[in-house]
């Protein structure tokens, strides 16, 4: 349910919905149009390219390259308790890009532009309701820890 | 092609104006414009609003408004592009007259933001970028502009310093303007002791949330040129948008939006950059007026740091910039804020600036942009 | 049916005698690598140990305390070390010392709550640090209907057994997001070592309370364990399953 994806969700109703329960089982998903073959990240259900609305799920491998970075001190309304956190906005291997929090394998000193990334799939573990993010890791993290 | 003109100006103090609506504050810049135009209300044939609604608990501002200033049963509507909705509104109005549709419009940008707390303000504008994947992770607006910052500095040497000096040239000529919300100058070690927002950009790069409303009165070739013999023309008028998601961007150094309305506005006026005496930038963070020079032609990209640090944005300088005070001092009523550097343009050309003049200017452009710079309207305005 | 947990490897603690054995036997029996602590009987653990290998998987008979939080961890560290892993944890190892409350001591009343609830608590969080970060695992905790009930001279022992409940539900809510089932078992009197030291006219009281006219065996316990461990009980979670013969409905 992509109600499921981030600390504050804003779009709870979307036709690339099951997005959030790929993540939540620890799959990063992009969508491929059916009819042109046109792939993007973040996924869409309608091709930018082609204009079809016909498309398929493709897992990407998340593997990517910083582009820029931010550490946010202030913070908007939800997400006070996590200030200060940084974002990161990466280039991504199979093409588009992804804006992410920085994970715990990541020290704030090593953080910098050019930098190797992987997404990984997160789930927020010490609350009750299901949310389900990705962060930016080394290159090597799993989903899985152990 | 006939040439639309602006033959009346009116601006609002700048600043948190609990004491007054947001119709309240419409009129007082109205009134003035109207009283500067010399005209009267009934000559006007419509008026436009530009303003960003979800900051206010009035619905429907735009009727509210204009019923307040005296315009009813004359036609009105709202225009909203974030922080562009002022220049929206005047795009609006130009095209009307253009087209023959009006032959003089009212526009009025206003805006209260101090009805909202400052988390509540700050969710809003985190919101201004790509809701679906990136509000999700606590973006705020000024973390987007930390964001173009980090690239820049890293792309171009473009130093924590430079940024500053944008700062404390706003505050200096801000110190000069009585409608501005912030009148007093700022030294680099004030700027540098500032707290962090989002990484690079401190308190003393961020543009503060203000109440406030200004007013121009735009008339057609013929009109104009009956009424006023201080008419500004608006004869360069360039819009574009960019992608809503940073993470659909080209590049992340500079505006796309700005850099191709500046050359559309540009070639409509028949002019370059060089031509460009005064200019008003949307400087809601240092960083975007340093990348406006470069997008706006003022100097190479990348060359933007240099720019300051070189003095050519003050008057006596190549181009000078926001010497109102910009964003930085004035305060920044989102939906006001395209109209304000408009007026404050029309001033400079028309010799009324004072002590903020810029000697000899005959071209002045205004670069204003809608959230994080999806929208932006670069306007060319002349002095006969 | 097939339980789909061939390969997996499993703790459970008391299990070198009793309904623990039975239970660790059960698991081998589905192809499951067991691990065992024992405190005292390291025969008896090696027995079952024995019977695990010959079921052709492979068997762990460690030392620990189950009353020692440090000794639940080093023995969760040792089990994944030698087995490449740990898919699930049975927490069965339990005591009683029966008693009025006027004349319960303060070590009687704090021995049971230890081995019994604390002993849980240790073994339960230990697996939970695996399982949480591996994204799935079983947990099946052993109470009592005696949880569910109170019998007379057993405050402390209803103490522990109603709060091995009430700890597993809160449990599976928080493991639930991580794909962990937690569930318990609430066995009625069942005839093991520890039920052939009780009076006759006790047992007896006991088969008149069923339905079934009989009180359970291990194994019959065991079975239930073993479904709540397996792929087949994949959607049962927070959930307390009484294996009493009807003893008490």
């Known amino acids: 349910m992509f109600k499921w994806f981030g600390k504050v969700n804003y779009s709870p109703y979307t036709k690339v919905g099951e997005f959030a329960d790929f993540l939540k089982a620890g799959h990063l998903m992009g969508s491929r149009c059916k009819q042109c073959g046109a792939q993007s990240f973040p996924p869409r259900a309608d091709c930018d390219q082609c204009m079809s609305g016909d498309f398929e799920w493709v897992e990407i491998s998340g593997k990517g390259i910083l582009h820029t970075h931010t550490k946010i001190v202030a913070a908007p309304t939800g997400f006070e308790e996590l200030v200060p956190y940084t974002i990161g906005v990466v280039d991504l291997e199979e093409g588009g890009r992804a804006l992410a929090w920085f994970g715990e394998s990541i020290a704030e000193k090593e953080v910098k532009i050019g930098m190797a990334i992987q997404l990984v799939p ?25 | 092609m006939s040439r639309v003109g602006i033959i009346g100006i009116g601006h609002g103090v700048f600043g948190r104006r609990s004491d007054a609506t947001v119709q309240e504050l419409a009129f007082e810049s109205f009134a003035d414009a109207v009283r500067d135009a010399g005209i009267e209300r009934k000559d006007l044939d419509a008026s436009v609003i530009g303003s960003v609604p979800e900051y206010h608990k009035q619905r429907s501002l735009a009727g509210v408004v204009q019923e307040y200033l005296g315009l009813v049963p004359k036609p009105v509507w709202l225009t909203e592009v974030a922080c562009a909705s002022g220049s929206a509104a005047i795009r609006t109005a130009w095209m009307a007259i253009k087209a023959g549709v009006h032959d003089m419009v009212a526009v009025i940008g206003c805006q209260k933001m101090t009805e909202l707390s400052t988390p509540e303000i700050l969710a809003l504008m985190g919101r201004v970028g790509e809701v ?15 964001l173009f ?59 503060a949330n203000a109440d406030g409303a200004a007013c121009i009165i735009l008339a057609s070739e013929e009109r104009a040129k009956a009424l006023s013999d201080k008419t500004v023309w608006l004869d360069g008028m360039g819009c574009a948008t960019a992608s809503m998601s940073v993470l659909r961007r080209p590049q992340l150094t500079g505006l796309p939006s700005a850099e191709a309305a500046a050359n559309e506005a540009y070639k409509m006026a028949g002019v370059d950059a060089s031509a460009v005496k005064v200019a008003d930038v949307h ?94 309207f670069v306007q060319v305005l002349r002095r006969d | ?136 695992g079983k947990i099946v905790n052993i109470s009592s209907i005696n949880g569910l009930r109170g019998k007379f001279g057993q405050v402390n ?36 070592e520890m039920a052939r030291n009780i009076p006759p006219e006790f047992l007896n009281k006991a088969v008149d309370e069923t339905v079934l006219g009989r009180i359970a065996t291990a194994e019959e316990c065991a079975d239930v364990v073993v479904y709540l461990c397996s792929e087949r009980a994949r959607h049962i979670t927070g959930e307390v399953i009484r294996v009493d013969g009807g003893q008490y409905i």
Not at chain 3, 163 to 192: D, Q
């Open chain 1, 122 to 146: 997160q789930i927020f573990e010490e609350l009750e309701e299901i949310k389900v993010y990705y962060s930016l890791e080394k290159p090597g993290t799993t989903w899985a820890k152990t």
């Open chain 2, 132 to 146: 679906q994947w990136e509000s999700i992770f606590g973006t705020t607006f000024p973390a987007y502009y930390a």
């Open chain 2, 149 to 207: 910052a980090q690239r820049h500095m890293h792309e171009f040497g473009t130093t924590r310093e430079q940024l500053f000096e944008v700062a404390i040239k706003n505050h200096f000529y801000g110190a000069m303007n009585p409608a501005a919300l912030f009148r007093k100058a700022i030294t680099m070690e004030k700027a540098c002791a500032s707290e962090m927002v989002s990484d690079p950009l401190q308190v003393y790069d961020c543009c």
């Open chain 2, 283 to 376: 400087d809601c963070f240092t960083i975007a007026e340093i990348m406006a020079y470069e997008d706006l032609g003022f100097c190479k990209k990348g060359e933007g740091g240099k720019y300051i640090q070189e003095r050519q944005a003050y008057i006596g300088g190549k181009t000078a910039v926001n010497v109102d005070g910009g964003l930085k001092a004035k305060g920044h009523p989102i939906g006001a804020t395209g109209v304000s550097m408009t007026v404050e343009i029309v001033k400079q050309l028309r010799g009324e600036a004072g002590k903020r003049q810029v000697p000899g200017a005959d071209v002045g452009l205004t670069h204003n942009v809608g959230g994080i710079g999806q929208y932006c």
């Open chain 3, 1 to 136: 049916m097939d339980l789909g947990i061939k390969g997996k490897s499993a703790i459970v603690t008391g299990g070198s005698r009793g309904i623990g054995a039975a239970i660790a036997v059960g698991l081998a029996r589905e192809g499951c690598n067991v691990a065992v602590n024992f405190r005292s009987h390291d025969d008896e653990a090696r027995e079952v140990v024995g019977q695990i290998e010959a079921l052709g998987c492979k068997g762990l008979a460690v030392k620990a305390d189950v009353a020692s939080h440090n000794d639940a961890q080093a023995m969760v560290e040792t089990v994944v070390k030698t087995f490449g892993g740990l898919d699930i944890m049975v927490c069965n190892a339990g005591i009683n010392w029966d008693g009025v409350i006027w004349k319960m001591t303060e070590e009687q009343w704090d021995r049971v709550i230890n081995v019994n609830l604390k002993g849980y608590f240790n073994y339960n969080k230990a697996a939970a640090i695996v399982f949480k970060d591996q994204r799935g």
């Open chain 3, 157 to 192: 022992y209803a103490a522990s057994k109603g709060g091995e409940i009430a700890m597993s539900k809160s449990l599976a809510r928080e493991l639930g997001k991580f794909n962990v089932n937690v569930n318990v078992v609430a066995p009625g009197m069942v005839m093991t």
